[in-house]
């Protein structure tokens, strides 16, 4: 069992509802990352929260809405989503920004 | 041309095979490249990294980067049906704080016969 949890780990929702993911970790790192992973796609960075900086994917639509309230929780707030939404949406953290990052087990939306 | 691109199979091999994942990628200013492991439903974990061009061995796994092609395999001796998983590639041009900035591929998905 990795130290980065989620919550939900499957979430079927409307497109005019409005719901948050959770994350957790419990590894002292001090960067979080929001990914989403599409069939046939390669990982999407979506929001980086770190120390140094947050960054966000310009590409990014503004119906996906990020927070972090402190190093060990991550959270992404959705409202108003797509269908084409719908993906598997993971979590990640590292000791800094960094290429090592240890996932949760990811969200599985599907948006309807 | 996409930047960097990953076979996604399905790869179907017997137990105790050699297996051999690849990726080529476009851009010239990678040096920093990794391969991350997804079991099915969870998340990826870091499998192996390396630096610039050469070869890198951590028991049943070689990862090898040949700059010059823009070309990078990982294999796998003596395949297991826990070897069973998606392969991802990732690579970055950037050193320490700037090495989050991952560029994966698609994944190759590995099944190990028993």
């Known amino acids: 069992e990795t130290g980065v949890t989620q919550t939900p780990r499957h979430l079927v929702m409307g497109m005019t509802n409005k719901k948050s993911l959770k994350c957790e970790q419990h590894?002292?790192?001090?960067?979080m990352y929001w990914y989403k992973q599409s069939a046939k796609k390669p990982l999407e960075l979506m929001f980086v929260?770190?120390?140094?900086?947050?960054?966000e994917n310009n590409s990014v639509p503004s119906r996906f809405s990020p927070e972090c309230p402190n190093s060990s929780h991550l959270f992404l707030h959705l409202h108003t989503l797509q269908p084409e939404d719908s993906a598997l949406y993971l979590c990640?953290?590292?000791?800094?920004?960094?290429?090592?990052?240890?996932f949760g087990p990811g969200t599985r939306l599907t948006v309807t | 041309q996409k930047e960097v691109e990953q076979d996604p199979g399905p790869l179907s091999v017997p137990e105790g095979a050699i297996v051999s994942l690849n990726c080529t990628y476009s851009?010239?200013?990678?040096?920093?490249f990794m391969w991350y492991r997804q079991y099915s439903r969870k998340g990826p974990e870091l499998l192996m990294y390396?630096?610039?061009?050469g070869n890198k061995e951590d028991g049943r796994f070689t990862a090898q980067v040949d700059k010059s092609s823009k070309y990078i395999s990982l294999f796998i001796r003596d395949s297991q049906p826990s070897d069973s998983a998606t392969y991802l590639c990732a690579m970055t041009p950037y050193s320490g704080a700037g090495s989050y900035q991952l560029t994966f591929g698609k994944g190759t998905k590995l099944s190990v016969i028993p």
């Open positions: 590894l002292g790192h001090n960067a």
């Open positions: 851009n010239s200013a990678f040096q920093y």
């Open positions: 990640a953290s590292s000791p800094g920004n960094s290429y090592e990052q240890y």
């Open positions: 390396t630096y610039s061009s």
């Open positions: 929260y770190s120390l140094e900086e947050r960054v």
